[in-house]
């Protein structure tokens, strides 16, 4: 069976991804396999790499960065710090200014993050701005001592936004900081440590609350972002057990009983993800998944199955396009996350796209 973000893959970029990013879908698969095999789950660095990713984006929006560039950015920003693995958590944590010594044991994480990705053909580009997150626009970064427009637009730009994402999260070691002094630290940096042009248009995206700051989870909508979530079930208790665990101020939810009302909320308006039942009081779960294909072509499609009947739905799996199932009963927490993760994934999609 094919592996899930496989197919998720496949359903939301198939057939465009050439003509927009000049990637291959072989090239995507693998070089999400590598992303999704990377980023752990429910760490500090997950939630870190999406927001810088996020950031990155909106920056690269604002400065006109040509839109086959996105992919790139996307991969680099997700994985600036994917060579963290190598340097030892006293370094990584340290509160205070690093010894040479210690400096000298930090700049190998960028080029540890370059040496991993290099290799991997699709992430040729992205690992060079893996390599440059660290450079200094006056010359006194690392690993190789660039100055200015020596170092690439992309990496210019994650090293603004990485910097602010970690002055406005929480540390084991120190408190967040302020957004207004966050920013305040990001000016005095104007010149010296940061391109100057991409410091002022960060800035003013930050002061016109272009962009979200948030902090502490893989919570990274973008203000005008409110994923739509249509669920559809026919049992009263099923449905408001999915009421309660899926309404969020995060999402817009609307519950409905039949496939028929799922269809005309996804022909009123753009939905982000579909949950149905087994069975709504018209027609199978499955068929009004199959019918959203065509109003919905990029929407998450979620399937309540019950435990022994898994066997039976999973038949129906291509067909319908699902990504995955739930299973009922199920766990809150598997849950919430289970769709967080699909938002964001379906987001990082439609950022791809030049979204
Ligand atoms: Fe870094």
């Known amino acids: ?21 000049g990637l291959t879908l072989e090239e995507l698969e693998a070089v999400f396999a590598l992303v999704r095999a990377i980023l752990p789950r429910d760490s500090v660095t997950r939630g870190h790499s999406l927001r810088v990713m996020d950031y990155a984006l909106a920056l690269a929006r604002r400065v006109g960065l040509p839109r086959k560039m996105f992919p790139h950015l996307v991969f680099g920003s997700l994985l600036h710090d994917c060579g963290k693995g190598g340097v030892s958590d006293h370094i990584l944590q340290k509160p205070g200014a690093l010894t040479p010594d210690q400096m000298r044991l930090m700049g190998l994480h960028s080029e540890r993050g370059h040496t991993i990705t290099r290799c991997v053909g699709p992430l040729e580009v992205a690992s060079l701005f893996i390599r440059q997150h660290h450079e200094r626009w006056d010359g006194l970064g690392y690993p190789d001592g660039l100055s200015e427009e020596e170092i690439h637009l992309c990496s210019r730009i994650i090293s603004i936004v990485d910097v602010f994402d970690a002055l406005t999260s929480h540390r084991p070691y120190r408190k967040r900081m302020p957004v207004q002094a966050a920013m305040g630290v990001i000016r005095s940096g104007r010149g010296s440590r940061f391109d100057p042009d991409l410091t002022d248009l960060f800035l003013t995206l930050l002061r016109e609350k272009m962009v979200s700051v948030r902090e502490g989870g893989a919570r990274l909508f973008r203000p005008w972002f409110t994923p739509s979530i249509v669920v559809a079930e026919a049992d009263g208790p099923l449905r408001r057990g999915l009421t309660r665990t899926l309404s969020s101020p995060a999402s817009q939810l609307s519950v409905v009983r039949s496939g028929e009302e799922v269809l005309t909320l996804l022909a009123a308006g753009p939905v982000e993800m579909i949950l149905v039942g087994e069975t709504l009081t018209d027609m199978s779960g499955a068929e009004c998944l199959v019918m959203s294909r065509e109003f919905a072509p990029h929407a998450v499609r979620l399937m309540l199955c019950p435990f022994n009947r898994l066997e039976a739905l999973v038949a129906q799996r291509e067909q319908a396009g699902i990504y995955r199932f739930v299973l009922v009963p199920w766990h809150e927490r598997e849950f919430k996350e289970l769709v967080e993760e699909a938002l964001v994934w379906r987001q990082i999609y439609a950022a791809m796209r030049g979204g």
């Not at 069976?1 to 465009?16: A, I, N, P, Q």
């Open 1 to 21: 069976m094919e592996e899930d973000g496989v197919r998720f893959l496949k359903e939301s970029v198939g057939g465009t991804c050439r003509a927009d990013h």
